[in-house]
């Protein structure tokens, strides 16, 4: 029996904003004892992680302008700085009505900015929360040397006195994680095109953390609600409080205490708390499974058996004829047969245990654009044909375990 050592914990049975990030040191024991050693972050922290990011205990509007990323890297975008008043009459005070949301950070309102009357998320810092100052600096730092379509948009922030805000451009369909496990009667559920356009929406933005952008970045939070939805389900990778420079050179991996959320890390980052670029890649391989099954990462609500996502999938992945069996109920049947079958593929690759078995982002994100460009139309063709049209997309197929 497989042991998947960020699954354990009982906090994904409550709403998306109680996820609890794991904080793990560094240690050799068996993946049987690994749930022993892991704890959930208690308090806030400023460690000497991130070492570009200096002093942070006194932080302030100029502090953060003045920390600037390494000179040999992308260039700086500045972010625009906001006082708190601006920032309580954007938002009427905080209104409940404008509430959209809580997480590890805070909680998430929407608001209007009054000098230009554009619509925006503000998140607020919890001063009791799981998150800290190192994560709010590292977020205004990592999303101000970003610039994608895939990443959601840091338009400022304020670091005023004792308050510690970041503004967002607003993404109206919000999160993944809604999507797929909040139902709402008054809201049609994802049907195969969009998850697939998701998908590929985010393996693009993961694409760019790790190939494109200089120096570097390790997620190292990817799940359904940092996912966020703009019009037409766009999708864009959000809160970056835990994004981590990659290894540069001919290193291999970042010696680190053990981030993320239960049921996404990677065993392999869990027992050694070496992170690489493929620890991303499993946790990418979770979500994409949640969108084809629409079952969460960890479900406490489920018998043992089927409580982890990843260890319910494996013994299904070896036989070809239980896939649909992993389709989400959802759906009724509208998929294309050989679209579910790659798509598993995929995930099934991005999950294996070991990480140089998992495949790089780039080709990922080729098999996903492919899939995603192959529009299923139940009414005219109830079983979309499917073939290998790009080098990437061979490349994946190649590299496919027997499933």
């Known amino acids: 029996m497989g042991c998947f050592p960020c699954a354990g914990g009982d906090s994904s049975t409550k709403k998306s904003s109680k996820n609890k990030r794991i904080e793990n040191t560094h240690t050799n024991q068996s993946s049987t004892k690994i749930d022993d050693t892991i704890k959930v972050k208690q308090c806030n922290e400023a460690t ?35 006082t708190y008043s601006e920032l309580v009459k954007a938002t009427d005070n905080f209104k409940a009505a404008y509430f959209l949301g809580e997480g590890g950070f805070g909680k998430v309102y929407k608001g ?15 001063p009791d929360g799981l998150q800290g100052i190192r994560e709010f600096v590292v977020e205004v730092l990592t999303l101000s040397m970003a610039d994608h379509p895939n990443l959601v ?20 369909l919000g999160s993944l994680e809604d999507h797929l496990h909040v139902h709402r009667p ?21 694409e760019y953390l790790h190939d494109k952008m200089n120096p570097p970045v390790i997620y190292r939070d990817l799940k359904g609600s940092n996912i966020l939805l703009g019009e037409d389900y766009h999708a864009k990778l959000s809160d970056f409080g835990l994004a981590k420079v990659g290894p540069l050179g001919d290193k291999t991996h970042v010696s680190t205490r053990v ?37 969460k990462a960890i479900d406490n609500t489920r018998s043992a058996a089927e409580q982890n996502l990843v260890a319910w ?18 759906l009724e049947g509208g998929y294309p047969v050989r679209g579910l079958y790659q798509s598993l593929a995929i995930a099934a690759m991005c999950v294996q245990e070991q990480p140089n078995m998992k495949p790089l982002i780039a080709d990922v994100v080729t098999a996903l654009n492919y899939l995603a460009s192959q529009k299923y139309d ?8 499917s073939r290998r049209s790009s080098r990437g997309q061979r490349s994946i197929d190649e590299k496919q375990p027997d499933v």
């Open 153 to 172: 948009k840091l338009i400022g922030y304020c670091a005023e006195g004792e308050q510690r805000l970041l503004v967002y451009e607003y993404m109206p």
């Open 378 to 385: 139940p009414l005219t063709n109830p079983v979309q044909a």
């Open 313 to 330: 999938a494996r013994p299904l992945f070896k036989d070809r004829r239980k896939f649909p069996q992993m389709a989400d109920p959802v």
């Open 186 to 206: 008054n809201r049609k559920r994802l049907d195969w095109n969009s998850r697939m356009k998701i998908a590929a929406g985010a393996a693009r933005g993961l």
């Open 48 to 82: 000497k992680e991130n070492a570009q990011i200096v002093n942070q205990t006194s932080v302030s509007n100029e502090f953060v302008e003045k920390n600037k990323p390494p000179e040999e890297g992308t260039p700086i975008r500045k972010a625009q700085t906001f």
């Open 112 to 126: 209007k900015l009054q000098d230009s009357d554009e619509i925006v998320a503000i998140k607020q810092l919890d």
């Open 259 to 295: 981030m993320g959320t239960y049921g996404y890390c990677a065993p392999d980052y869990a027992m050694t708390g070496q992170l690489t670029f493929k620890s991303d890649i499993y946790s990418f391989g979770v979500m994409l499974l949640e969108l084809i099954t629409g079952r």
